[in-house]
């Protein structure tokens, strides 16, 4: 217990030193109050429960968020695995944390549908079951409404990853590819490439242990042999830089070794021949010194042709910011040297989370004492930011779609009963989502159950509803139907059935 208690107060010192103004008595209530909700649960490990959303926490603390969100990590299973109910921790907590623990709450529920191994492509690139794991994707933000909620769920992700020696092979199986092919792109698309990374090693861990274990200690041993080199170009950046008067760290890059397998996937090749250069990184405090340190490392270095990249004055889509240049010391002595700020530092591993502190920490100085944060007009605000770093994306409609989280959300996601993802306009009813499935199915449509129960036809669907439709031969569309279906589709396939058959 006393590991426990101690683990809480970390959390606690880590808050109070990005918070340091703020009353972080709720946190212990929330602490106090979800140890008492779990003291009768384990973990698959034998853990007592509350280690879970201890650790949730201390992720979301290192990503630095705000008091709601790392309330409701403290609380995020006591919906699902307790006797808590809503109305409780309403009054207990409050509207804003009890809406983002229903937000990992519905998650979750997604999650329990998406048990059929054909929706989860593993290294796949059939783009039906790309388009599918997509879908998932868009529902999931749908379902979340707020980004908090996607953070949460993704912190909660990598714990479960973390821990995820205690279950039995068939579930690390399929926990870890639902990791793959759901949450690192998601994280990914946000940003975060640290967590990312994290996820995407231990995922290969579980699916290619032989080839994670083999690579792991190569890549090891790579860098054992590499280490007195990269000593030796560290020692000479250092002695030029020394020349000039500008502030800097310098660190090496860290190793991602599920990119390595893929590399070696797609371009056949065995690790030795895939070509990692060493990364050298330079991190400083303003955008002035980045441009000045690449141009002392130029003088003195010759750059690679080409390989100068400027992300920052173009920033990538996922808000990455970055100057690459490649250097070479003689022939066969290459390294590839990232300059960037503290702050761009911070958003190249946190994404969205660094962004999203930065906005609040903005907020919170602009306002005086006594006034409320605006979050909605500040959600808009991020959007509205991402959308702009978006201009140069290959396909900004569709990344627009994909953002739409709580802007009006236009359209939904319905699973058939084997467990596939169709996208249907709001408002759609069973209707259309029969003729979406088949035009044989809408024609003869008598009836239709949603989440296992009957339901009249002209019922609206919800995104992570499962719709099964009733059949019966012979049975003709009706032209009532008309007014109950909101694709052009279903509309248009009645038209011609009752036009072609009097
Ligand atoms: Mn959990």
Same mark, same amino acid.
């Given at each position: ?15 109070? *030193?990005?918070? /340091? ?36 926490? #201390? ?25 808590? @109910?809503?109305?409780?921790?309403? !009054? ?32 796949? @690139?059939? /783009? ?40 039995? *092979? ?34 290969? #861990? ?50 991602? $070794? ?23 990184? $330079?991190?400083?405090? @303003? ?107 290959? !396909? ?85 139907? $008309? ?7 279903? #509309? ?11």
């Amino acid at each position: 217990m006393d590991k426990i208690k101690t683990s809480f107060d970390s959390i606690l010192e880590k808050v109070h *030193s990005y918070l /340091p103004d703020q009353n972080l008595e709720i946190l212990e209530k929330a602490y106090q109050f979800s140890l008492k909700a779990h003291r009768d649960q384990a973990r698959a490990g034998g853990d007592p429960y509350i280690t879970h959303p201890l650790a949730v926490t #201390k992720i979301l603390s290192e990503l630095q968020l705000d008091i709601a969100t790392l309330c409701a990590g403290l609380l995020h299973d006591v919906l699902e695995d307790t006797q808590v @109910s809503n109305s409780l921790l309403k !009054n207990e907590f409050g509207e804003e944390i009890t809406t983002l623990v229903e937000g990992v709450t519905k998650i979750d529920s997604l999650e329990h549908l998406s048990s059929n191994p054909e929706n989860l492509p593993f290294f796949t @690139s059939n /783009p039906e079951l790309l388009k599918q794991a997509e879908y998932w994707r868009k529902m999931i933000i749908a379902t979340a409404k707020d980004i908090r909620v996607i953070l949460l769920k993704l912190a909660d992700r990598k714990h479960n990853m973390e821990t995820l020696e205690f279950l039995k *092979s068939d579930k690390q199986t399929k926990i870890a590819e639902e990791t793959l092919t759901l949450y690192a792109p998601l994280a990914q698309r946000l940003g975060m490439y640290k967590l990312k990374s994290d996820m995407e090693d231990l995922c290969l #861990k579980y699916l290619d242990s032989e080839k994670y274990l083999i690579l792991k200690q190569k890549v090891d041993q790579r860098e054992i042999q590499r280490e007195e080199w990269i000593k030796k170009c560290v020692e000479k950046i250092k002695s030029v830089l020394s020349l000039h008067p500008f502030p800097y760290r310098i660190s090496s890059r860290p190793k991602n $070794l599920y990119s390595i397998y893929r590399k070696m996937l797609k371009q056949n090749k065995p690790f030795e021949e895939i070509q990692d250069l060493v990364g050298i990184r $330079l991190v400083t405090d @303003s955008v002035e010194h980045c441009y000045a340190l690449l141009g002392a490392i130029h003088t003195h270095f010759a750059p690679v042709p080409d390989s100068f990249t400027d992300y920052i004055s173009v920033p990538k889509n996922n808000m990455y910011q970055s100057l690459h240049t490649t250097i070479a010391f003689n022939k066969d002595e290459i390294v590839e040297i990232q300059i960037r700020t503290e702050q761009m530092n911070q958003v190249c591993e946190y994404g969205i989370a660094a962004h999203w502190r930065y906005k609040q920490g903005a907020a919170a100085q602009t306002l005086s004492a006594g006034e409320k944060p605006d979050v909605g007009e500040d959600k808009l605000d991020w959007i509205k930011q991402i959308l702009e770093w978006q201009q140069d994306a290959k !396909n900004p409609k569709e990344f627009l779609d994909w953002l739409k989280l709580d802007l009006n959300f236009d359209q939904v996601f319905v699973f058939t009963p084997k467990g596939e993802v169709k996208k249907l306009p709001q408002g759609s009813t069973p209707i259309d989502f029969a003729y979406c499935v088949h035009t044989e199915l809408g024609h003869q449509c008598i009836g239709a159950k949603v989440n296992n129960k009957m339901v009249r036809l002209d019922t609206i669907l919800k995104s992570g509803d499962r719709c099964e439709i009733i059949t019966r031969k012979g049975q003709k569309p009706h032209k009532d139907w $008309l007014e109950l279906v909101k694709t052009p589709r279903a #509309k248009s396939k009645i038209r011609k059935f009752l036009r072609e058959v009097p």
